[in-house]
């Protein structure tokens, strides 16, 4: 049975950083796309960022050059470094593992298989 846990949400004043942890229970960890997704209060959920198989990723405009994903594929495990957060940045961080042939991106996030519960970030102004 896969099962995503998050870890790593709190309360931050804007311009701090936190990271998330995502840690996975999945045979063969490497082979999926690892993601992150968040939704607001009142909104959908949005895509934040992924990272493939192998080293690509790929970012919201929302926040490219802010987070950054990363993966350690020997503790199946992926991470969401947020650095300079805005109060924008408030929300329930999932953490979402795929499996995909052929494909080099994916952010919809209906095509996600497995979702963590969640953790929640809020950044105060």
């Known amino acids: 049975q896969v099962q995503l846990v998050e870890s790593g949400g709190g309360l931050v004043q804007a311009g701090g950083s936190l990271r998330l942890s995502c840690a996975a229970s999945i045979h063969t960890f490497s082979s999926y796309f690892m993601a992150w997704f968040r939704q607001a209060p009142g909104k959908e959920r949005e895509f934040v960022a992924v990272s493939t198989f192998g080293t690509r990723t790929y970012y919201a405009d929302s926040v490219k050059g802010r987070f950054t994903i990363s993966r350690d594929n020997a503790k199946d495990t992926v991470y969401l470094q947020m650095n300079s957060l805005k109060p924008d940045d408030t929300a329930v961080y999932y953490c979402?593992?795929?499996?995909?042939?052929?494909?080099?991106?994916?952010?919809?996030?209906?095509?996600?298989?497995?979702w963590g519960q969640g953790t929640q970030v809020t950044v105060s102004s």
């Open positions: 979402a593992a795929g499996s995909f042939v052929g494909t080099s991106v994916v952010i919809d996030g209906t095509r996600f298989r497995y």
